[in-house]
């Protein structure tokens, strides 16, 4: 039988794996303070995709020996319910990780939103974005193209392929679709590029690769297969490269608590020790 819609609609209880995240109302629902670290930047993430992109730009600062972009990721468990509590809150009323506490100036200032906060820290040390007018504004295309696309590959494609519970054909044939045009968009762009917007590794290309890279790599919702991911060779070939980047393999892993080697909790480069990053 077909679903047919209420006149008003009720909240209803979605299942599946993280239906019970998911509310019709903004705000907190409980009192915590969040812990505060040592460094100038306090994160509040967890390893997903929107976190990667934060700590993998935060070690390839560090990398180039920006001291002021040492931080502490603390570990925000969205299963339960952290992203709720009145602190998080304060730093990001959407109540989505990642959110980004700058405490290095006289007054603290929230950064909320994971394109928000690439666009803020390579404003604020000035790198992994073009000085050049033109060449910074390709970027900017490509990030903000991501920021837009990815819901369509995690609460779309991913959502209804590989964690809904049940499968629905007309949602997994919809949002595959538009799941593998962008993958051929990116294709094609880096048919023609080395990295995304040029010559440049730039934020775009921090952006984009824990959502897309990871998808075709099999990282992600477990779907190579069946997007055909062997046929995009050159974003394939591109994502291999960000993959071998030093600062990517320890910035993907931070805020993880699941998968071979994870990090729940960064909160000096000597964390990576044990680890062999």
Request: hydrophobic share 40%.
């Amino acid at each position: 039988m077909s679903y047919q819609p209420p006149k008003v609609w009720t909240n209803n209880e979605l299942g599946g794996a993280w239906g019970k995240l998911n509310r019709p109302v903004a705000g907190a629902t409980h009192e915590k303070t969040l812990p505060v670290g040592k460094h100038p930047l306090q994160l509040y993430s967890l390893g997903t995709p929107n976190g990667q992109k934060v700590t993998i730009l935060l070690e390839e600062l560090l990398a180039l020996g920006v001291t002021g972009a040492e931080y502490d990721a603390h570990l925000i468990r969205i299963n339960e319910g952290d992203q709720f509590s009145s602190g998080f809150v304060d730093v990001n009323p959407n109540s989505k990780i990642p959110a980004l506490l700058d405490v290095s100036g006289d007054e603290p200032v929230r950064v909320f939103e994971s394109g928000a906060i690439l666009l803020y820290l390579a404003d604020k040390f000035g790198f992994f974005l073009p000085k050049d007018r033109a060449k910074r504004t390709e970027a900017l295309n490509w990030l903000f193209w991501l920021q837009g696309s990815a819901p369509y590959v995690g609460g779309g494609f991913g959502h209804f392929y590989h964690y809904a519970p049940e499968k629905i054909e007309y949602a997994i044939n919809r949002f595959t679709m538009e799941a593998k045009r962008h993958l051929d968009l990116l294709d094609k762009q880096l048919a023609e590029h080395r990295f995304i917007a040029g010559d440049e590794y730039t934020i775009a290309d921090i952006a984009i690769w824990p959502w897309y890279g990871a998808l075709v790599n099999g990282l992600l919702y477990e779907a190579a297969e069946f997007i055909d991911a062997k046929s995009y060779t050159n974003l394939l070939r591109w994502t291999n490269e960000i993959e071998a980047r030093p600062a990517v393999a320890r910035g993907r892993i931070v805020n993880r608590t699941w998968g071979e080697k994870q990090l729940a909790e960064r909160h000096d480069a000597a964390d990576f020790t044990a680890l062999g990053l």
